[in-house]
């Protein structure tokens, strides 16, 4: 891919602006300020320690078209862990192939910006939310389940699920990636990245 392609940079910084301004952290900031307030001081550290750690994946995340699965992993478990704090009967719960490879690289601020417009829908629905991650035809596959019917865009996080999909189809006019985003079927969602190589 060509790195200094000014679109894809620029889209690269809207995402990050998209997650920063995003109604996830300022909920989390809300959340943290009513837990203390009620003096549930051990849960506002938790909440905290994982707000941190969120924030500098994300920061990590900005600098770079691609970042390793691990990343993306811990990025998505620290983004669950502190959802589940807000809302404790719902749970995203993230399963992975083990035969994945953690090192392998995918377009940053993708899975995040989906997988919250696929947990805000089940959450309006009550119902939780898996993610499923495993191997397909070299590609990684994504597949989101919860809500019920096709797939919709969640309005709270258009924007920022908006720029996702938008910087998929520019990486993929650039490079011929050939990502791709598969509407229902038995899941709500799934999403095929093509590793960078």
């Excluded at 704090?85 to 719960?93: N, S, V």
């Excluded at 910006?113 to 993610?131: A, F, M, P, Y």
């Excluded at 797939?151 to 709270?156: L, R």
């Amino acid at each position: 891919m060509n790195e200094s392609d000014p679109h894809i940079e620029n889209n690269l910084l809207n995402s990050l602006k998209a997650f920063l301004g995003s109604h996830f952290l300022l909920n989390v900031i809300n959340s943290i300020q009513s837990d203390i307030i009620i003096k549930d001081h051990k849960s506002g550290f938790d909440a905290i320690q994982l707000f941190n750690r969120v924030y500098k994946l994300a920061i990590r995340s900005s600098n770079q078209q691609y970042t390793d699965l691990n990343t993306e992993l811990e990025f998505l478990e620290s983004y669950a862990a502190l959802e589940h704090m807000r809302f404790p009967k719902h749970r995203i719960k993230i399963h992975t192939d083990s035969s994945l490879d953690p090192n392998i690289e995918i377009p940053s601020f993708v899975v995040q910006s989906l997988l919250e417009s696929v947990w805000l829908s089940g959450l309006e629905r009550d119902k939780n939310t898996d993610l499923s991650i495993t191997v397909q035809d070299n590609k990684i596959l994504f597949s989101f389940s919860g809500p019920t019917g096709t797939f919709k865009i969640h309005p709270k996080v258009e924007a920022k699920t908006r720029l996702a999909l938008d910087r998929l189809a520019m990486m993929n006019e650039d490079t011929e990636l050939d990502n791709s985003i598969i509407q229902g079927d038995d899941t709500y969602l799934k999403v095929l990245l093509k590793p960078c190589s």
